[in-house]
T-cell receptor, first 115, second 113 residues
Framework: DAGITQSPRHKVTETGTPVTLRCHQT?????MYWYRQDPGHGLRLIHY???????DKGEVSDGYSVSRSKTEDFLLTLESATSSQTSVYFC??????????????FGDGTRLSIL | GENVEQHPSTLSVQEGDSAVIKCTYSDSASNYFPWYKQELGKGPQLIID?????GEKKDQRIAVTLNKTAKHFSLHITETQPEDSAVYFCAATSYNAGNMLTFGGGTRLMVKP
């Protein structure tokens, strides 16, 4: 299995509070991604990173910010959590080999409940 | 942007039978199509992928076919076993999309012993 650790694995918090989720990889892969998974929507990309301090928005980025200060860590922050952000969040990583899409490998997720 | 539709949403088969899951995509530029298996409480696990320069790929009991003209691709599982029970997702992307995957809605496969 790809060396991806997500923390925390479970979190319950209240509306309006800030929340930060962490993704840590030991594979030295260039690309890192944050997805959310909701019933009926499959997995949707929130943000991704293509290098240290290089990030871009995905399909559902509103209300989320990210940071990547080291190759191995990619943080997802909800500045002021809302109930609509209750979801399971997955981190993924992939290598970068010029000219070809590379497989993405996923962590085991963080289940976030916002009350 | 890309849109991926996946059918059926649930599939029940008898152990030993074959299972087929189908996906269609909208962006003719898409050139990479992975399939993932997700077990309860786990993250999606890549089981097979195919690139647009081939029409079929096999790995033991699993095969994927791609029809670029019709913009659809399918996952075939032969000789199903109870441990194949899981949710399966297809996805698509193009190099121009920066490797950003668009996923189908998932298929819950149940293999009855």
């Amino acid at each position: 299995d790809a060396g991806i650790t997500q923390s925390p694995r479970h979190k319950v918090t209240e509306t309006g509070t800030p929340v930060t989720l962490r993704c840590h990889q030991t594979e030295n892969h260039r690309y890192m991604y944050w997805y959310r998974q909701d019933p009926g929507h499959g997995l949707r990309l929130i943000h991704y990173s293509y290098g240290v301090k290089d990030t871009d928005k995905g399909e559902v980025s509103d209300g989320y910010s990210v940071s990547r200060s080291k190759t191995e860590d990619f943080l997802l922050t909800l500045e002021s959590a809302t109930s609509s952000q209750t979801s399971v969040y997955f981190c993924a990583i992939s290598e970068s080999v010029g000219g070809y899409n590379q497989p993405q490998h996923f962590g085991d997720g963080t289940r976030l409940s916002i009350l | 942007g890309e849109n991926v539709e996946q059918h059926p949403s649930t599939l029940s088969v008898q152990e030993g039978d074959s299972a087929v899951i189908k996906c269609t995509y909208s962006d003719s530029a898409s050139n990479y199509f992975p399939w993932y298996k997700q077990e309860l409480g786990k993250g999606p696990q890549l089981i097979i992928d195919i690139r647009s320069n081939v029409g079929e790929k096999k790995d033991q009991r699993i095969a994927v076919t791609l029809n670029k003209t019709a913009k659809h691709f399918s996952l075939h599982i032969t000789e199903t076993q109870p441990e194949d029970s899981a949710v399966y997702f297809c996805a698509a992307t193009s190099y121009n999309a920066g490797n950003m995957l668009t996923f189908g809605g998932g298929t819950r496969l149940m293999v009855k012993p």
